[in-house]
């Protein structure tokens, strides 16, 4: 007979205690904590379950070549990193209304019509609401097939019956196992159920998608091992602040991380960019101080974005410090940078950064246009229109070299750009570019400030 058990878990990060608490030693949030019962079997004589299997050297494992299935979408196929690989779980999260139902709708359609039998299963949303999607969307192949349930037990059973090449769950929060005795959404069925749809994905050797929710800091709801069973995570940017929607690789293991993809939203759903750096600095201005352009890499994909920065008399104690679309405290290094080595006072300023576009940069070539638009704001000084940067900016002031360098240029050079600030290294060729090497934020300085 099996035994019945009570435990308290963290809905925020899967945590668990003998009993209720207040406050999450784990993550820190409050009253998330509930009680879930458990059904624990008795132990046979040994603590272990052997399987058939034994171990095999792995110069005698025969590897399979890697299969990707195009899902008619080729942003979504480059965060993918090719597109799908059979057997394969995806996980797409992003805030409510940024588009996660459309894009899957939309790759599943184009798999149908590639003649790919896809299986939808919707619990947030009714039958009707779905084909009302997908006539706005356009016309769908009989290939693509839709179930409206949350019991993972009668979804096996539709999956047992139609066999379907593709199966997306739209979403992981509203699915429930019968045999754990908590509510939907939980820690304890979203591990439960993720963990039954990737043994059958792994087995029968078809990719699941799942469409998870974001919390109100930017994570997937639900325990963070759900993460880590996935073998691949994208998180959707973007919403009705933005016109572009922004979908990013935070881990892949078929593929780079970090990848980005870039769509605009309108009445046939999502459409793809082609040229996110000609439109990110489509809006840029003519005459106005503070602006600088960054040549940046996101994954495989050069990108040109630009970098404002706002600085201002401060009436503070502490004056402002504010940063959208940067890290932080790296934005904070480079603003005491520019104050130890450069003489740059911004002790009693307020300083405000801005990537423009809503798209988020985490590298360290950021450094380098990012201290050239906060010193063209303090000092009132237009950046020449014509010249972008990149470098890593060192705590001593240096300027170090980056990656991807010949990546940068031709991007660079594709749009227009003339002169390109970069860090010296003696090697840097470009068909059309003039390249500025500088060793130090001083010669960075240098340049910005001369007649060009």
Same mark, same amino acid.
């Given at each position: 007979? +099996? ?62 070549? &890697? ?5 008619? *979408? ?6 993918? &990193? ?12 992003? @805030? ?14 184009? =798999? ?12 947030? @949303?009714?039958?009707? %609401? ?11 192949? $009989? ?24 199966? !997306?769950?739209?979403? *992981? ?6 045999? #754990? ?58 919403? $009705? ?15 780079? +991380? ?24 489509? %809006? ?22 630009? =970098? %404002? ?27 005491? !940078? ?17 990537? #423009? ?5 985490? @590298? ?5 246009? =990012? ?21 890593? *900016? ?24 003339? %002169? ?33």
């Amino acid at each position: 007979m +099996s035994k019945t058990a009570a435990v308290w878990r963290c809905n925020s990060c899967g945590a668990t205690a003998p009993r209720w608490i207040g406050r999450c030693a784990e993550c820190g949030e409050f009253d998330t904590y509930t009680e879930e019962t458990t059904h624990r079997e008795p132990r046979s004589g040994s603590r272990w379950v052997f399987s058939s299997e034994v171990p095999k050297p792995l110069s005698e494992i025969q590897s399979t070549p &890697g299969e990707r299935w195009s899902t008619g *979408i080729n942003e979504l196929d480059r965060v993918l &990193g090719g597109g799908l690989v059979p057997g394969s779980l995806i996980l797409l999260g992003g @805030e409510p209304g940024v588009g996660k139902s459309t894009l899957t709708l939309q790759a599943a359609g184009s =798999l149908a019509a590639s003649g790919k039998t896809v299986l939808v299963v919707t619990g947030e @949303e009714s039958p009707e %609401q779905v084909k009302l999607r997908a006539d706005r969307l356009g016309g769908f192949s $009989d290939k693509l097939f839709l179930l409206a349930e949350i019991s993972l037990e009668r979804i096996e059973a539709a999956v047992a019956t139609l066999r379907p090449d593709v199966l !997306v769950v739209d979403s *992981i929060q509203t699915l429930f196992h019968p045999a #754990v005795e908590s509510a939907p959404g939980s820690v304890s069925q979203v591990r439960e159920c993720a963990a039954q749809l990737l043994r059958w994905g792994k087995t029968a050797g078809v990719p699941v998608l799942l469409i998870g929710h974001v919390t109100k800091d930017g994570t997937i709801a639900g325990p963070r091992v759900l993460e880590h069973m996935v073998d691949t995570v994208l998180y959707f940017d973007g919403g $009705d602040q933005h016109t572009y929607r922004l979908v990013r690789t935070v881990k892949n293991r078929y593929g780079p +991380s970090n990848e980005l993809a870039v769509f605009s939203m309108g009445k046939t759903g999502l459409t793809e960019v082609a040229n996110p750096s000609e439109l990110f600095l489509s %809006q840029r201005s003519d005459a106005v101080s503070g602006s600088a352009v960054a040549a940046v890499v996101e994954g495989t994909r050069p990108l040109m974005v630009e =970098l %404002q920065a706002l600085v201002t008399p401060s009436y503070l104690t502490n004056p402002r410090r504010l940063t959208t679309g940067v890290e932080h405290n790296r934005a904070m290094i480079t603003l005491a !940078v520019l104050e130890k080595r450069a003489g740059i006072r911004l002790a009693e300023a307020d300083v405000y950064i801005n990537v #423009v576009g809503g798209v988020k940069i985490f @590298e360290p070539a950021l450094d380098l246009p =990012l201290a050239m638009a906060v010193v063209s704001a303090a000092e009132d000084r237009l950046v020449p229109r014509d010249i972008c940067a990149f470098g890593e *900016i060192g705590l001593t002031g240096e300027v170090r070299p980056v990656g991807r360098v010949s990546e940068r240029l031709k991007e660079a050079a594709k749009l227009g750009f003339k %002169q390109a600030l970069v860090p010296k290294s003696g090697s840097i060729e470009a068909d059309g570019l003039e390249i500025i090497e500088v060793a130090n934020i001083g010669e960075a300085l240098t340049v910005l400030r001369s007649e060009r």
